[in-house]
């Protein structure tokens, strides 16, 4: 059984910065790229950013220069920082793990709530 666990998120004032984490098994880490999505109300599950094992990074164009994805290896985690924060940005936010080469082995954590408000 694989298990993404997600922890990080909460309640922030626009400007502010919130850093998401998501652990796994090494097994996993190892071979599968690693990324975060996210789900508005009403609206579809979008990419927000991944990264490959060889440090290869990806960003949704809402995000660039502010979200930061980066992966620890020592300890099976990925992280990210989310600074400048906009009301926009409130969503669950989903830990995502993908094979490279399988598109059908992919796995989801439970979700964490962003919410970004006055």
């Known amino acids: 059984q694989v298990q993404l666990v997600e922890s990080g998120g909460g309640l922030v004032q626009p400007g502010g910065s919130l850093r998401l984490s998501c652990v796994t098994s090494?097994?996993?880490?190892?071979?599968?790229?690693m990324g975060w999505y996210r789900q508005a109300p009403g609206k579809q599950r979008e990419l927000v950013a991944d990264m490959r094992t060889g440090g290869t990074t990806n960003y949704a164009d809402s995000v660039k220069g502010r979200f930061t994805i980066s992966r620890d290896n020592a300890n099976n985690t990925v992280h990210l920082q989310m600074n400048s924060l906009k009301p926009d940005d409130t969503a669950v936010y989903y830990c995502?793990?993908?094979?490279?080469?399988?598109?059908?082995?992919?796995?989801w954590g439970q979700g964490t709530q962003v919410t970004v408000s006055t």
């Open positions: 995502n793990a993908r094979h490279p080469m399988v598109a059908s082995a992919a796995y």
């Open positions: 090494g097994s996993i880490f190892s071979i599968y790229v």
